[in-house]
């Protein structure tokens, strides 16, 4: 069931367009339209950053110029691979992995007639907006243009008012149609102009909230001081005690309460201190602090992981080695500290390779322990790690908080029905999924059974005597009656055993393992439900 | 649901979550040149590093979890899963 669930809450590039479609109401197309007629000639060198599915891509490369397209995604870059013709205008259309960060390493100076992004600035913080904006000065050709198009919220009361008004509900709607959502720039023509940009709208749709800024290269940029460095201390206050019960019941249900990406201190670190990278991932990285704070001076970069844990953004493609150069990059890191060694999670070695970031920023890469909790030691030992940070446990805290964590899902997925139609059932069926879910977490590692399926077999045995015991001492359950327990609590137990594989990092595999054997049972049980009414029924 | 995408994607899911379950990890000796990266990514301890050959050995393949972690960081591409 979660597995349906996780798979429904994934966007898929898609879903991605369609999403996009509704929430400009077909609007961006036109703005594209417009890109293409104005600034697209032959023989126009064009770079297209956050490209997605390749649709402006395509319509440039028909225009006759010779386009890259990049993007961060290998899912919409394999899309747009397979979506693109091609081009009959004489142009040619070319994709590649990369973050917009890394432009600048990637091609040489001066190597653009246009660039082109959509939708892609207001997913950026400010300084990293910045740093793109830079890498865009320096790759574009003196009498070159730099055309973005973003959300943005329009000025004036009653503009704002209606934009407010509007885009509410359609963004509601359009997440749970296609799982995208937007949001806007803040103040983007100032920071175009400390880039050395020009900044004219060039045209505007949707009551001015959607709009195409037109940049030529007027000087080089401003120079910024750069800001003071956040440091991170662990604090508890209204906000993160909420995050924390939020996370604690739906941590599996986007959007995921995400931490600002970006450099911060621990302690009082100077320029021989380590530098730490994590995710961005909210929880994770206040545990990280919680667990620093006080026993080490180090530097903290939190690159974007999507809002999502290390293992499994790294095991799902959010979280890889473009993301952590990309990190290294625009925060500067190398004016910050004389060495160049960093110290990765070693739960993320999955997904991110760690010889590209070598080879690509010339920094060393380090493999840190799995917990946080162990890092001071990690640290302290000169980087050197014991068997037991190098290898994962599931001990009984990390139990509880998983089977809380299903509880969640459980709660929205069964109890709420049974809240609705079955009042009478809630508190018995409460009372056995908790006892139920708690007891499985304590005793699951003398549980015998190597997964999660075969451990939920002594589980429903025993779950079953219990159920027996009850109704021949105590609640003398009539047969009917203590029959249709029985077989609710094997489901349950059943259920319960495999849910708890996926959350766990020492079974392979899930419950998908078994999707066509749960179908059987799952007809069964609802022929046995189903069955006395429909033979009845005449 | 009627939405075709998402069918699409679950049976991807199963088949990706079946094959996952036969994995097996296939490690070639002769291209081992001993950085032990596979070592120190293994959550479950697969591997141990032999320090006087600048090898490494493989053993437990029953306890292993299929994360892929070796495959990626070994730069010889000593290490296969399938």
């Known amino acids: 069931m979660a597995t349906v669930f996780m798979k429904w809450l994934e966007t898929k590039p898609k879903d991605y367009d369609r999403g996009i479609q509704i929430l400009t109401l077909g609007r961006l197309n036109r703005l594209k339209g417009e890109i293409v007629r104005q600034y697209i000639r032959e023989g126009s060198r064009v770079l297209e950053i956050g490209c997605g599915t390749g649709t402006l891509t395509q319509m440039m490369a028909e225009a006759g110029a010779d386009v890259i397209g990049i993007d961060s995604s290998q899912a919409m870059l394999a899309e747009a691979e397979r979506k693109i013709a091609p081009a009959t205008g004489g142009g040619h259309a070319k994709f590649e992995l990369m973050e917009a960060s890394q432009i600048a390493d990637r091609f040489p100076e001066t190597s653009f007639d246009v660039i082109v992004s959509t939708l892609v600035f207001s997913e950026m913080p400010v300084e990293q907006q910045r740093f793109v904006l ?9 009498s070159g243009r730099l055309l973005i198009v973003d959300e943005v919220v329009p000025s004036g009361f009653l503009p704002k008012a209606l934009y407010y008004l509007v885009r509410l509900p359609l963004a509601l709607i359009t997440w749970l149609v296609t799982r995208t959502s937007t949001r806007p720039l803040r103040d983007f023509k100032s920071t175009l102009e400390g880039a050395g940009f020009s900044a004219q709208i060039a045209a505007s749709a949707l009551g001015d909230s959607l709009v195409l800024f037109e940049s030529t290269v007027i000087q080089s940029p401003i120079p910024e001081s750069r800001p003071s460095i956040p440091k991170l201390q662990p604090k508890v206050s209204v906000r993160t005690l909420f995050l924390d019960l939020w996370t604690l019941f739906f941590r599996i249900i986007p959007p995921y309460p995400k931490f600002k990406t970006g450099l911060y201190a621990i302690g009082e670190p100077n320029r021989k201190s380590p530098v730490l990278v994590t995710g961005n991932f909210d929880l994770t990285v206040r545990r990280v602090v919680r667990a620093l704070h006080g026993e080490v001076d180090c530097w903290l970069l939190v690159a974007d992981s999507a809002g999502i844990n290390i293992w499994c953004a790294a095991g799902g493609g959010f979280f890889t080695a473009e993301k952590i150069i990309a990190a290294i990059r625009t925060s500067l890191l190398k004016e910050v500290v004389d060495h160049h060694a960093l110290i990765l999670p070693q739960l993320c070695a999955n997904g991110v390779d760690s010889w590209k970031i070598r080879q690509e920023t010339g920094w060393g890469v380090h493999w840190g322990p799995i917990e946080a909790v162990d890092i001071p030691e990690y640290l302290a030992c000169d980087r050197k790690k014991t068997n037991d940070m190098r290898w994962v446990a599931f001990p009984l805290q990390a139990r509880l908080e998983m089977v809380t964590v299903t509880l969640g899902f459980y709660a929205l997925m069964i109890l709420l029905p049974m809240l609705i139609f079955w009042r009478h059932l809630f508190w018995p069926v409460a009372i056995a999924l908790l006892g139920l879910t708690y007891f499985y977490a304590v005793v699951h590692p003398w549980l015998p059974g190597k997964d999660g399926l075969w451990k939920s077999i002594p589980l429903a045995a025993i779950a079953l005597s219990g159920l027996f015991l009850y109704s021949a001492t105590w609640a003398h359950l009539p ?13 349950l137990s059943i259920f319960t055993g495999g849910e708890l594989q996926g959350m766990s990092p020492v079974m392979r595999g899930e419950q998908a393992n078994w999707i066509p054997e749960g179908v059987i049972f799952a007809a069964l049980g609802l022929a046995y439900w189903l069955g006395p009414l429909v033979l009845s029924w005449k | 649901m009627a939405n075709p995408t998402l069918l699409e994607s679950l049976t991807e899911h199963i088949t990706l979550a079946r094959t996952l379950r036969t994995l097996r990890i296939h490690f070639d000796p002769q291209k081992c040149t001993g950085v032990w990266q596979c ?9 141990t590093p032999d320090y006087e050959r600048r090898l490494v050995e493989h053993h437990d393949t029953e306890k292993c979890i299929a994360c892929g972690a070796c495959v990626l960081q070994c730069p010889e591409g000593a290490i296969e899963l399938k």
């Open chain 1, 134 to 142: 830079e890498a865009c000065h320096k790759l574009l050709t003196p």
């Open chain 2, 39 to 47: 070592y120190e990514v293994c959550p479950i301890g697969c591997w």
């Open chain 1, 479 to 491: 047969p009917q009656s203590l029959f249709n327990w029985a077989l609710g609590i094997l489901a």
